[in-house]
T-cell receptor, first 115, second 111 residues
Framework: DAGVIQSPRHEVTEMGQEVTLRCKPI?????LFWYRQTMMRGLELLIYFNNNVPIDDSGMPEDRFSAKMPNASFSTLKIQPSEPRDSAVYFC?????????????FGSGTRLTVV | LAKTTQPISMDSYEGQEVNITCSHN???????ITWYQQFPSQGPRFIIQGYKTKVTNEVASLFIPADRKSSTLSLPRVSLSDTAVYYCLPGGGNQGGKLIFGQGTELSVKP
């Protein structure tokens, strides 16, 4: 398996523009997680899905952020409009179980810079 | 969720054994203890997991005392490539899937 695939690897955009980050989980994994990492706040869980259904979005910072999972092999995280404070590395992770924090596989991340 | 305390940073030299201790005083009875490793510009990677006593795999050993209020990750004979951030994560028993990362320990291995 190619692992969790995220695209793009790097994104530079201007403030106010819409940004869409993409994630392909590992086949067979039915949990998908979106995280954001910054120097100041570390790794933050934004939202996670089970069987394509959002379970917990309490970490989504504000209404400018939205996430979807239209099918088992694809998820998007959208920011509209983007702001400089959204600059961070966004990670997607997937797992076949949530028990015992085991077997979570992370992608390589998307480094977002909003200027 | 159990709150964790780890050293912010540690330095070591190649070939040494490194022990990173994490405190999790309010760990729940059914929580496991999991350690993840994160290299610069990469996502975290699962290293090892345990519930009590000692667990060993090809990468590391994990020591958990009887009261389970702390755990120690042991890396034998570290190399430069072990330079990374190490996270301790108690939980998973019935948290419904939340993998919550603390600040982690930044390990720097020097030649």
């Amino acid at each position: 398996d190619a692992g969790v695939i995220q695209s793009p690897r790097h994104e530079v955009t201007e403030m106010g523009q819409e940004v869409t980050l993409r994630c392909k989980p590992i086949s067979g994994h039915d949990y998908l997680f979106w995280y954001r990492q910054t120097m100041m706040r570390g790794l933050e869980l934004l939202i996670y899905f089970n069987n394509n259904v959002p379970i917990d979005d309490s970490g989504m910072p504000e209404d400018r952020f939205s996430a979807k999972m239209p099918n088992a092999s694809f998820s998007t995280l959208k920011i509209q409009p983007s702001e400089p404070r959204d600059s961070a590395v966004y990670f997607c992770a997937s797992s076949f179980t949530v028990l015992a924090n085991y077997g979570y596989t992370f992608g390589s991340g998307t480094r977002l810079t909003v200027v | 969720l159990a709150k964790t305390t780890q050293p912010i940073s540690m330095d070591s030299y190649e070939g040494q054994e490194v022990n990173i201790t994490c405190s999790h005083n309010n760990i729940a009875t059914n929580d496991y203890i999991t350690w993840y490793q994160q290299f610069p510009s990469q996502g975290p990677r699962f290293i090892i997991q345990g519930y009590k006593t000692k667990v060993t795999n090809e990468v590391a050993s994990l020591f958990i005392p009887a009261d389970r209020k702390s755990s120690t990750l042991s890396l034998p004979r570290v190399s430069l490539s072990d330079t990374a951030v190490y996270y301790c994560l108690p939980g998973g028993g019935n948290q419904g899937g939340k993998l919550i990362f603390g600040q982690g320990t930044e390990l720097s291995v020097k030649p």
